[in-house]
């Protein structure tokens, strides 16, 4: 019997899987693939085999919710179809889809933010936001050409929460899909397509991002995406350069509702570095070549479009090369007396209360509240308030909003599905 396997990996894999369920008190997987050949060198779960109650179940090959770790496949499809580029501002505001109203994973949101800073980050709005623009029948065809066998023929089932992982994937099916990635789109992205989203994961700053302090320790240059399923379910990780894919799993094979331990970041990421550090023991390791498509750009800094010649600030940028729109940033302008206009689809504004605002409480009293207020704006706007970037409450059109503080400075912000928003700072004292 030929088995691609390769015995040296499939240990250093099965001591990792171990220690991994040993430390962290879940089950445990990994699958390594050579995307070149797309042989699977490594398969190894944790957990004894002869065990009655569940020592048979393959956490590496059973389905299971995808959290984040099908974000990139999203923006590889953007880009792909002209939508997306790293630079391009994506909107990171509340938002509601016929009652379904998606939210990032800290509760925060941070306005305008470029495509790779979303997808570093992981964030949750944006990619809905994203996804309503490629559309969920584009996005679903997608996953099943990449492989992914439960995208069924009524992707309308799952909805827009496509974006951020209610789609159940296996371990073994993402590795193989990220393997398209690790090799140049593999016919199903453009070659600057896949690298692009490689290089946005990677790097210095990805895998501290990805893996906190033991990134110090020095490891070849990889791309990160952890991911963490709702209820914290399972936690994931995909790793790939132009050798290897390693894929992680990590969870309860019962479903493990509510275990706080099982996230990406810090439950199967560690896994996966281990499994690269033992890899490439002298930290050294290939990485990709850009492709020609990669084209260099100068774009809008609050935009992230091609800049016009009235964009007052701009940056480099990258595209893709006969694939990226050539649209070029529409708002800036000037007016008939040469100042410079800069359109926004909503102008908010606080009337109440006015920046630098102090307020006494009166010790004793209960239920003092600031009212907060916005100028004119369409009775039918949706407004959403938060305090110290912790949401509080939401608003139609200029209904007044009472916020309770805690004696302290505060940050005041109400922002608009529209990605527009508002701040002032205020100044809570005690009588």
Request: hydrophobic letters at 40%; proline letters at 6%; charged letters at 20%.
């Amino acid at each position: 019997m030929t088995t691609a396997l390769d015995a040296d990996i499939q240990l250093l894999c099965e001591h990792a899987v171990s220690a991994a369920a040993e430390k962290g008190g879940f089950s445990s997987a990994v699958v390594v693939m050579k995307p070149e050949t797309g042989e699977i060198v490594a398969m190894a779960v944790s957990g004894d085999y002869f065990d009655g109650k569940d020592g048979q179940v393959n956490t590496a090959v059973s389905p299971r919710p995808a959290g984040s770790t099908l974000k990139p496949f999203l923006v590889a499809l953007a880009m792909e179809r002209g939508l997306a580029t790293p630079e391009r501002r994506l909107v990171d505001s509340p938002i509601s889809f016929k009652g379904y109203r998606p939210a990032n994973f800290d509760g925060r949101y941070r306005g305008l933010v470029t495509v790779r800073d979303a997808l570093v980050l992981s964030l949750n709005v944006p990619f809905v936001r994203l996804l309503d623009e490629v559309g969920v029948e584009s996005f679903a065809e997608e996953l099943r050409a990449l492989g992914f066998g439960r995208v069924t023929e009524e992707p309308a089932s799952f909805g827009l929460g496509m974006a951020i992982g209610n789609v159940e994937v296996s371990l073994l099916e993402l590795v193989r899909a990220y393997g398209v990635l690790a090799r140049g789109g593999d016919g199903r992205f453009a070659p600057a397509c896949a690298y692009l989203v490689s290089d946005m994961l990677s790097g210095d700053e990805r895998s501290h991002a990805a893996l906190g302090h033991i990134a110090d320790v020095a490891t070849p240059r990889f791309a990160w995406k952890t991911g963490t399923s709702s209820a914290y379910r399972d936690a994931w990780t995909v790793a790939w350069n132009p050798e290897y894919v390693v894929g992680v799993w990590c969870g309860h094979k019962t479903g493990g509702f509510g275990d706080k331990s099982v996230v990406g970041a810090k439950a199967a990421a560690p896994v996966a570095w281990s499994v690269i550090r033992q890899l490439y023991p002298s930290g050294i390791g290939p990485w990709f070549e850009e492709p020609e498509g990669v084209a260099k750009c100068v774009v809008c800094k609050k935009t992230g479009l091609p800049a016009s010649p009235d964009c007052p600030e701009t940056e480099e940028g990258r595209a893709v090369r006969g694939r990226s729109s050539p649209r070029l940033c529409n708002i800036h302008r000037r007016g008939p007396d040469g100042k410079l206009i800069e359109e926004s689809r909503l102008a908010l504004s606080l009337v109440k209360p006015e920046d630098g605002a102090q307020f006494h409480l009166v010790s004793g009293s209960l239920e003092q509240r600031i009212v907060c207020q916005v100028g004119e704006v369409p009775p039918d706007t949706r407004l959403w308030w938060f305090v110290d970037a912790v949401p509080v409450g939401e608003t139609v059109g200029r209904g007044a909003f009472a916020a309770e503080m805690a004696p302290s400075k505060h940050v005041i912000t109400c922002a608009a599905e529209s990605g527009d928003a508002v701040s002032v700072t205020v100044t809570v004292l005690v009588d």
